[in-house]
């Protein structure tokens, strides 16, 4: 190979292994959640949500109202953020998205209702929440479920 191609051949990984690194040839699109109260009428929903890498605060929604955050999810498909949900006496925390699970499901904007049995998510096609799931474990000898508050 010639020393032009060498160099030639040099640029271009050069410039592939920057655009890798920084994501702009393989990014995701970007996801937004939606988070809903409908715990009940008049009940009142303290929220805090969090990745390994971003906390995102807590927050106080009323009834009917809604909170949302975006973000992009990682190359890798290993994505995660979750929630502790609290009001009145109850604490309850739940992976309110999971890429693996959640690309598949909700794709670009992943609609969430939180309900006293458990959050529900909305079905892209009929449209209403009934993809419905546990709320998470709590972990054993601590009143703490997120293992990082």
Known sequence: M??????MFSFVLLVFLVCF???SIFQNDRVTVQITNAVGEGVGLNL???SKDDDLGSHFLNAGQSYEFSFRPN????????CKFEWGNESH???IYVAKRDLR???TVCYWQIHPSGP???NSVTKEYNICDNWNKQLQGSGNN????
């Open 120 to 122: 529900c998510l909305r």
């Open 146 to 149: 997120t293992g990082g508050e």
């Open 48 to 50: 805090h949500c969090k």
């Open 2 to 7: 010639s020393p032009f191609g060498r160099y």
């Open 21 to 23: 690194c920084d994501g």
């Open 93 to 95: 925390w739940f992976d």
């Open 75 to 82: 190359f890798f498909l290993t994505t995660l953020f979750f």
């Open 105 to 107: 499901r909700c794709h």
